[in-house]
């Protein structure tokens, strides 16, 4: 007999079977399955196709009232019946990624403790040191190769929400398998509660939790530490992902672990990667080369300079040194452009402090720099005036324009902006999603750069290659793969990148193109296959309800 996703257990059947998120149907049981699993009964008379439920969910989210209620039915649809769920988001993913993820999950993360109605993933405490791998083993699938973990500390560009930023791990998990078809029981989101530094939540009743300062130092690592060794014990071919993660650790844990576990952080190489993208897409518009452009980033976190680190290996690929490239990447922080003369540089961002003088704000440093493209991922809203972008528009026939901070409240400035500010000549692309803009007549369709793109992917890549490492040069693979997917249609339009509709299109391209450099690489003990496309193709997922074995033994 077929066994359960898990492994551990015989299918299930009546009631038991429709409390099944992986196995119910609803009222796609036929009548057959019906009187062989112990359905009779249980069920409305009708039965449907999967097509016609597809069309009744939608139709059902479009009456709620707000995009948080959206997001609420949909959840609820994931927890009663995984293969419905992910078939409606796949057919109707330019509507519902949205809601799912950005912008309306950092809303659900802020709300969560008070709209939790089922624990999703694993939380980790300090209290659990000691036996995290025996905390791992509670988790009902067995075969794990993909976690996404969090601490909470950073969300989006809402700062620190603790235990409520579960909510990101789990809604990065469902884009995984909807982008790049990697299944559900193989995905697991982490929440590593170390506390908050959040105080409102110290004293808020509902809050899901501990209430109490952040672990730091020797006592953090620790837990990190065991949490990784214990995870790919517990799962020996998993990739681990870092999300959210605050700028202080990000950056330190990545070097950590990087070259002892499969392991990346999407908040610094999956940004980067698809900002690479939107700038080899904007080259095509603007008719410039990538080594001859001047960045100037507002924000010098960990988004920010992973833009700039791989922007610099793209720009050292075409024919500039190091250093050269470097000289191209300008960065203003919270107190100024970053320079050599200031004495309160991290390491991270002494890399690219230049000899020149300092300034201050963003206006004068766009008017002494003269860049080619200005890259928010600052966090803070409305930072690209109008006068910005004007000076933007005198300084380029073609300026780029990238307001990537999430959610579209923080954003730098809106598609509307960016495009009447510049005489409609700017080439733009935010981190959430804006309405297409309409200007004299003219329509305007603006770029996502949206990590989506990019992390299903080189996730699928990985896993169907075993690849026992995430390096720098895949992220570099699939920003070229992104490019190659932007058709002439999308450039007229003003999109840099492609419609998401054509998403596991795209992951299925970064994909062969991350299992071939493994193969290269030798990052892998696995063969490589004599079809690659074909073998990875046929590890994706498809939500397509499947006869149940068990009807056949109806007489």
């Given at each position: 007999m077929?066994?359960?996703?898990?492994g551990?257990?015989?299918?299930?059947?009546?009631?038991?079977l429709?409390?099944?998120?992986?196995?119910?149907?609803?009222t796609?049981?036929?009548?057959?399955?019906?009187k062989?699993?112990?359905?009779?009964?249980?069920l409305?008379?009708?039965i449907?196709?999967?097509?016609?439920?597809?069309?009744?969910?939608i139709?059902?989210?479009?009456?709620?009232?707000?995009?948080?209620?959206?997001?609420?039915?949909?959840?609820?649809l994931?927890d009663?019946?995984e293969?419905?769920?992910y078939?409606?988001?796949?057919?109707?993913?330019?509507?519902?990624?949205?809601?799912i993820?950005t912008?309306?999950?950092?809303?659900?993360?802020?709300?969560?403790?008070?709209?939790?109605?089922r624990?999703?993933g694993?939380?980790?405490?300090?209290?659990?040191?000691?036996?995290?791998?025996?905390?791992?083993r509670?988790?009902?699938?067995?075969?794990?190769?993909?976690?996404?973990?969090?601490?909470?500390?950073?969300?989006l560009?809402?700062?620190?929400?603790?235990?409520?930023?579960v909510g990101?791990?789990?809604g990065?998990?469902?884009?995984?398998?909807?982008?790049?078809?990697?299944?559900?029981?193989?995905?697991?989101?982490?929440?590593?509660?170390v506390?908050t530094?959040?105080?409102?939540?110290?004293?808020?009743?509902?809050?899901?939790?501990?209430?109490?300062a952040?672990?730091?130092?020797?006592?953090y690592?620790?837990?990190?530490?065991?949490?990784?060794e214990?995870a790919?014990?517990?799962?020996?071919?998993?990739?681990?992902?870092?999300?959210?993660?605050?700028?202080?650790?990000?950056?330190?844990?990545?070097d950590?672990?990087?070259?002892?576990?499969?392991?990346?952080?999407?908040?610094?190489?999956?940004?980067?990667?698809?900002a690479?993208a939107g700038?080899?897409?904007?080259?095509?518009?603007?008719?410039g080369?990538?080594?001859?452009?001047?960045?100037l980033?507002?924000?010098?976190?960990?988004?920010?300079?992973?833009?700039?680190s791989?922007?610099?290996?793209s720009?050292?690929?075409?024919g500039?040194?190091?250093?050269?490239?470097?000289?191209?990447?300008?960065?203003?922080?919270s107190?100024?452009?970053?320079?050599?003369?200031?004495?309160?540089?991290v390491?991270?961002?002494r890399r690219?402090a230049?000899?020149?003088?300092?300034?201050?704000?963003?206006?004068?440093?766009?008017n002494a720099?003269?860049?080619?493209?200005?890259?928010?991922?600052?966090?803070?809203?409305?930072?690209?005036?109008?006068?910005?972008?004007?000076?933007?528009?005198?300084?380029?026939e073609?300026?780029?324009?990238?307001?990537l901070?999430?959610?579209?409240?923080q954003?730098?400035?809106?598609?509307?902006?960016?495009?009447?500010?510049?005489n409609?000549?700017?080439?733009?692309?935010?981190g959430?999603?804006f309405p297409?803009v309409?200007?004299?007549?003219?329509?305007f369709?603006?770029?996502?750069?949206?990590?989506?793109?990019?992390?299903?992917?080189?996730?699928?890549?990985v896993?169907?290659s075993?690849?026992?490492?995430?390096?720098?040069?895949?992220?570099?693979a699939?920003?070229?793969?992104?490019?190659?997917?932007?058709?002439?249609?999308?450039?007229?339009q003003?999109?840099?990148?492609?419609s998401?509709?054509?998403?596991?299109?795209?992951?299925?391209?970064i994909?062969?193109?991350?299992?071939?450099?493994?193969?290269?690489?030798?990052?892998?003990?696995?063969?490589?296959?004599?079809d690659?496309?074909?073998?990875?193709?046929?590890?994706?997922?498809?939500?397509?309800y499947?006869?149940?074995?068990?009807?056949?033994?109806?007489?």
């Open positions: 077929a066994k359960h996703p898990s551990l257990e015989e299918l299930p059947l009546g009631i038991d429709l409390h099944d998120p992986a196995l119910n149907k609803g796609a049981f036929t009548a057959a399955e019906r062989a699993l112990g359905l009779e009964g249980l409305p008379p009708i449907s196709s999967q097509q016609q439920q597809v069309q009744h969910i139709n059902n989210v479009r009456r709620k009232p707000n995009n948080l209620e959206k997001y609420l039915y949909l959840i609820g994931q009663r019946n293969q419905l769920f078939k409606t988001l796949i057919e109707h993913l330019e509507e519902l990624s949205p809601i993820y912008p309306t999950v950092g809303l659900a993360c802020q709300e969560y403790s008070r709209v939790f109605r624990p999703r694993i939380f980790i405490t300090k209290h659990h040191r000691g036996h995290i791998r025996g905390i791992l509670n988790w009902p699938y067995k075969d794990v190769r993909i976690i996404v973990v969090t601490d909470g500390e950073r969300i560009g809402l700062g620190d929400l603790g235990s409520n930023g990101i791990p789990v990065k998990l469902s884009l995984y398998t909807a982008c790049a078809g990697i299944a559900p029981n193989v995905c697991l989101p982490v929440m590593i509660d506390g530094g959040n105080k409102g939540l110290w004293s808020d009743p509902e809050y899901i939790g501990l209430p109490e952040r672990l730091q130092g020797e006592e690592d620790a837990l990190m530490d065991e949490f990784m214990a790919t014990k517990a799962f020996p071919h998993v990739m681990i992902q870092l999300e959210d993660f605050g700028n202080q650790n990000a950056f330190r844990l990545l950590r672990y990087r070259d002892r576990y499969c392991i990346f952080d999407d908040d610094i190489q999956g940004t980067a990667s698809v690479l700038l080899y897409s904007a080259l095509r518009m603007t008719g080369k990538m080594t001859n452009q001047t960045l980033f507002l924000g010098a976190g960990e988004a920010a300079l992973g833009i700039g791989l922007i610099v290996s720009m050292v690929d075409q500039l040194s190091e250093d050269e490239a470097r000289g191209r990447c300008w960065f203003l922080d107190k100024g452009l970053v320079v050599e003369s200031r004495t309160d540089l390491q991270q961002k690219f230049h000899n020149f003088p300092f300034h201050r704000d963003l206006f004068s440093a766009v720099i003269k860049p080619t493209a200005i890259i928010g991922a600052s966090g803070q809203s409305g930072t690209f005036t109008p006068e910005i972008l004007q000076a933007m528009a005198k300084l380029n073609r300026p780029i324009v990238f307001a901070s999430n959610p579209t409240s954003s730098e400035c809106t598609a509307e902006d960016a495009y009447r500010h510049t409609s000549r700017a080439v733009f692309a935010s959430s999603p297409p309409v200007i004299d007549g003219r329509t369709v603006p770029g996502q750069a949206n990590n989506v793109y990019i992390f299903p992917g080189v996730g699928l890549g896993l169907a075993k690849s026992t490492r995430v390096t720098d040069e895949m992220f570099s699939a920003a070229r793969c992104v490019a190659e997917k932007v058709t002439r249609e999308d450039l007229e003003g999109r840099i990148f492609p998401l509709s054509r998403i596991r299109e795209v992951s299925l391209h994909a062969i193109a991350v299992a071939r450099l493994v193969f290269t690489r030798q990052l892998t003990a696995m063969k490589e296959p004599s690659l496309p074909g073998f990875i193709k046929s590890k994706m997922y498809d939500p397509v499947q006869k149940d074995p068990r009807a056949d033994t109806v007489v």
